[in-house]
T-cell receptor, first 113, second 113 residues
């Protein structure tokens, strides 16, 4: 079945780059997502990529996809204290009708000033 | 604000009581999803609607849980005879049929005492 795994913690200094990693198991055509969750809040969609793409860039965010290794990463350039949050990787398979998301457990990013 | 809204934001109830949560999706979105998130975990899919039809239910959705989406607009999630294990954040998301993005509401945090 589908499974998404992430490392649980990452600590960086303000101004550095952060790289959050994720692995997934489903080999079907899929969309892969990054969501951000701040304490007590819902999930904010940051970006997503289709599995036939290698890279997607959006301002400070760069998503890299290695489809062979089923490895997804999110790079945040010039990390700020406001980026401190939990980042979730998620996948979905479109071929059926539902498109529900399967999430990892989240990576808690701590940014130190 | 045209985002997904959820009410109430917090609910404290005694074990054995029934509770009902409401989700108002983004107005033009015809897909609506419910997820549950427990502490330290990623959200887990519960059920999904396309318009008023409930098309998918997770095995997590026991017979004490029921969801409706009359007229294909807002949705309600009811939990009967609540148990302490039902304590979690209940998240609602919506999307359009063609788009791949799911947008989440702020969630309803349920505490069962």
């Amino acid at each position: 079945g589908e499974d998404v795994e992430q490392s649980l913690f990452l600590s960086v200094r303000e101004g550095d780059s952060s790289v959050i990693n994720c692995t997934y198991t489903d080999s079907s055509s899929t969309y892969l997502y990054w969501y951000k969750q701040e304490p007590g809040a819902g999930l904010q969609l940051l970006t997503y990529i289709f599995s036939n793409m290698d890279m997607k860039q959006d301002q400070r965010l760069t998503v890299l996809l290695n489809k062979k290794d089923k490895h997804l990463s999110l790079r945040i350039a010039d990390t700020q204290t406001g980026d401190s949050a939990i980042y979730f990787c998620a996948e979905t398979v479109y071929g059926g009708s539902q498109g529900n998301l399967i999430f990892g457990k989240g990576t808690k990013l701590s940014v130190k000033p | 604000d045209t985002g997904v809204s959820q009410n109430p934001r917090h609910k404290i109830t005694k074990r054995g009581q029934n509770v009902t949560f409401r989700c108002d999706p983004i107005s033009e979105h015809n897909r609506l999803y419910w997820y549950r998130q427990t502490l330290g975990q990623g959200p887990e899919f519960l059920t999904y609607f396309q318009n008023e039809a409930q098309l998918e239910k997770s095995r997590l959705l026991s017979d004490r849980f029921s969801a409706e989406r009359p007229k294909g607009s807002f949705s309600t999630l009811e939990i009967q005879r609540t148990e302490q294990g039902d304590s979690a954040m209940y998240l609602c998301a919506s999307s359009s049929v063609r788009a791949r993005e799911q947008y989440f509401g702020p969630g309803t945090r349920l505490t069962v005492t």
